[in-house]
T-cell receptor
Framework: KAGVTQTPRYLIKTRGQQVTLSCSPISGHRSVSWYQQTPGQGLQFLFEYFSETQRNKGNFPGRFSGRQFSNSRSEMNVSTLELGDSALYLC?????????????FGNGTRLTVT | DQQVKQNSPSLSVQEGRISILNCDYTNSMFDYFLWYKKYPAEGPTFLISISSIKDKNEDGRFTVFLNKSAKHLSLHIVPSQPGDSAVYFCAARITGNQFYFGTGTSLTVIP
């Protein structure tokens, strides 16, 4: 079974631009979550989608948004990029998100904002 | 506010010995706990989980212990192998599917 796929692996953007990251979950997984990893903060929860609906949201500004499609694939968008948005963005999928099913992560998208 | 803490940034262990990684949390509403291993340039890989209704779960060389009264979680790896060298994260779920992660412990297993 294929794992979680994130594209692209690396991105370099300029401050003020916007960016879209993509995530394809494991087949059959309906919950997709996004996390930001930075050296000092560890993994921080951004949001979670289930059946095309945002179910949970972390403490990030509105510049961070996402969506989920009917095939469970998800995209994350960051507008008006700031230098502090430079991070590894990780997508994770799980079976339902309500029972005790673990998160399975992709390899992430490394975003660098200059 | 760091609700899940891994107070040891690094740990070195001899091959064949036991590795014990620790994690403390502050919120008694956490109901499900996970451990992940992460290699550089890869995403975290799920290792083992435990529900808050249990105090121990084993999977091969990996055992997770949960002490709810102390709000403490630990991962035991026995015997440790050089391939276990990685960064280990603990994570705790509060509502829905939102997890809080620790900042990680870098484990080095010395051959």
């Amino acid at each position: 079974k294929a794992g979680v796929t994130q594209t692209p692996r690396y991105l370099i953007k300029t401050r003020g631009q916007q960016v879209t990251l993509s995530c394809s979950p494991i087949s059959g997984h309906r919950s997709v979550s996004w996390y930001q990893q930075t050296p000092g903060q560890g993994l921080q929860f951004l949001f979670e989608y289930f059946s095309e609906t945002q179910r949970n949201k972390g403490n990030f500004p509105g510049r961070f948004s996402g969506r989920q499609f009917s095939n469970s694939r998800s995209e994350m968008n960051v507008s008006t990029l700031e230098l502090g948005d430079s991070a590894l963005y990780l997508c994770a999928s799980s079976l339902t998100g309500t029972s005790n099913s673990p998160l399975h992560f992709g390899n992430g998208t490394r975003l660098t904002v200059t | 506010d760091q609700q899940v803490k891994q107070n040891s940034p690094s740990l070195s262990v001899q091959e064949g010995r036991i590795s014990i990684l620790n994690c403390d949390y502050t919120n008694s509403m956490f109901d499900y706990f996970l451990w992940y291993k992460k290699y550089p340039a890869e995403g975290p890989t799920f290792l083992i989980s435990i529900s808050s209704i249990k105090d121990k779960n084993e999977d091969g060389r990996f055992t997770v212990f949960l002490n709810k009264s102390a709000k403490h979680l630990s991962l035991h790896i026995v015997p440790s192998q050089p391939g276990d060298s990685a960064v280990y994260f603990c994570a705790a779920r509060i509502t829905g599917n939102q997890f809080y992660f620790g900042t990680g412990t870098s484990l080095t297993v010395i051959p």
